[in-house]
């Protein structure tokens, strides 16, 4: 618990006129360890005054139940092992009305109900432009043409010959919470900003398979491309600047220890750090190198950000810093009632790491400090938490990143000044969930 004492102002990077109040803080006094201390001797109160009452005991606690009594499956009832059933409602979820076709859409990741990190393969949210295709690894082939020295068609056995690397990383679709731009429109973090998933990737880096093709016949790197392209029949392709295809760039055929999902790009897809999930182009089939972008539909029509007077900004790769409250939300209200409450959700800038989250509960007059429960994530979630005391105040609850750059996360007000509302991509603005005394959270804008 922190108390206000004073503001200063820092601008934000890469948005000249925007400023954004930092503030500082002054350490409370009521130390976190006192305040446990006054909890459990509270819960020790009420547990003897329902005692001396005469409350009747818990069966859970006194009775012998099923599970403690009966044998439970064998060891091979679940050859491969799912969650279970009552974690049932723990899944992907889309929005029918958002797209003509599930052949051609999205779901959304449940991040309201999972803690941590990392993004369990079931949950992760789907892209698709003509749907998920089956692909085995016996046919896979991956084609390197273009200006290189030795054409080169690798197969999927092949690539596992290379050098292998081991990372985690965040992939977001540019359209996350896309349909914020104009005001509050979906009730639930999940549909809001669940188009994220953060998984541990194994692969080789793209800077070896081109090195095994030559890269001598095109002359000077400095400018010159990639193309890369899927094998799905919307031939998915974007074009990648040689300096980014050459950093940190990913051929990936496993996610968290397995292999890649159908739904992920089985057998190999693209792992691209920091830029938007678009780039990571599933079912890899080709990669050409060129002295040029090839201005494809997904990087011209599509993917780029419609401004205030009708022109568009082009090449806006980077996902800028991010955060979110996952709990509560409209998804996960409050439910135990007055006391102790932890606050906890995700951050994530594609610029690097996240160096702090600062939590408001008033609608972003007062911020105070989330704790950081992991400090290597480059280019990977964050996941930061808070703890109070919540009496069944109402609360304009908001989050706010600050990535290794200095980039603060913008309020919508800021981005709408630059960017109008005409946006689809890239909105990184602060959400803002109006918890009730009751517990119930709404998803409501602040002006």
Not at 195 to 216: C, F, K, P, W
Not at 235 to 259: Q, T, Y
Not at 316 to 330: E, H, L, N, R
Request: charged residues 20%; hydrophobic residues 35%; aromatic residues 8%.
């Amino acid at each position: 618990m922190h108390a206000f004492c004073a503001e200063s102002r820092v601008y934000l990077t890469g948005y000249a006129d925007m400023e954004v109040p930092i503030l500082k803080f002054t350490p409370n006094p009521q130390s976190r360890r006192a305040f446990l201390r006054g909890s459990a001797a509270t819960m020790a109160g009420i547990v003897t005054a329902q005692t001396a009452s005469g409350t009747q005991a818990d069966p859970l606690i006194t009775k012998v139940q099923d599970w403690a009594s009966l044998t439970g499956d064998g060891v091979d009832a679940t050859p491969y092992g799912l969650p279970i059933k009552f974690e049932s409602d723990v899944v992907r979820r889309n929005v029918p009305w958002l797209t003509a076709s599930p052949i051609s859409s999205i779901n959304f990741t449940p991040i309201h109900a999972l803690d941590g990190t990392i993004t369990p393969q079931g949950c992760a949210f789907e892209r698709h432009h003509s749907g998920a295709i089956e692909l085995s690894k016996s046919d896979y082939r991956l084609m390197v043409n273009g200006l290189v020295d030795q054409p080169l068609v690798f197969s999927y056995a092949d690539l596992e010959r290379l050098p292998r690397e081991n990372h985690v990383y965040f992939c977001e679709c540019a359209a996350n919470t896309g349909m914020e731009w104009a005001g509050a429109q979906l009730n639930g973090v999940q549909f809001t900003h669940g188009m994220i998933h953060n998984m541990e990737y194994t692969g080789v880096s793209l800077r070896s398979v081109l090195q095994e093709a030559g890269l001598a016949a095109a002359g000077d790197l400095q400018d010159k491309w990639v193309y890369v392209e899927g094998a799905d029949a919307s031939s998915n392709g974007r074009s990648i600047p040689m300096e980014k295809a050459l950093d940190d760039v990913l051929v990936a055929f496993k996610a968290n220890g397995e292999a890649l999902r159908k739904e992920h790009g089985y057998p190999v897809r693209l792992v691209v750090p920091g830029w938007e999930g678009n780039m990571w182009v599933k079912w890899l089939r080709r990669i050409e190198v060129m002295d040029g972008p090839v201005e494809s539909r997904e990087e011209t029509s599509k993917y780029t950000d419609v401004l205030e007077d009708g022109t568009a900004r082009k090449w806006t790769w980077v996902m800028d810093a991010k955060s979110v409250i996952t709990s509560p939300s409209p998804q996960a209200p409050i439910q135990h009632g007055p006391g102790a409450l932890v606050i906890t959700g995700l951050a994530w800038s594609g610029h690097g790491s996240i160096k702090r989250v600062d939590i408001s509960k008033d609608g972003g007059r007062n911020w105070e400090t989330a704790r950081l429960s992991n400090h290597e994530n480059n280019k990977a979630l964050a996941r930061f938490y808070f703890e109070m005391d919540w009496q069944g105040e109402e609360m304009l609850l908001q989050a706010r990143a600050m990535d290794e750059t200095g980039y603060v996360q913008p309020s919508k007000q800021q981005l709408r000044k630059l960017r109008g509302e005409n946006s689809v991509y890239h909105n990184n603005c602060i959400q803002t969930w109006h918890v009730k005394p009751t517990g119930e959270v709404e998803n409501v804008e602040v002006s």
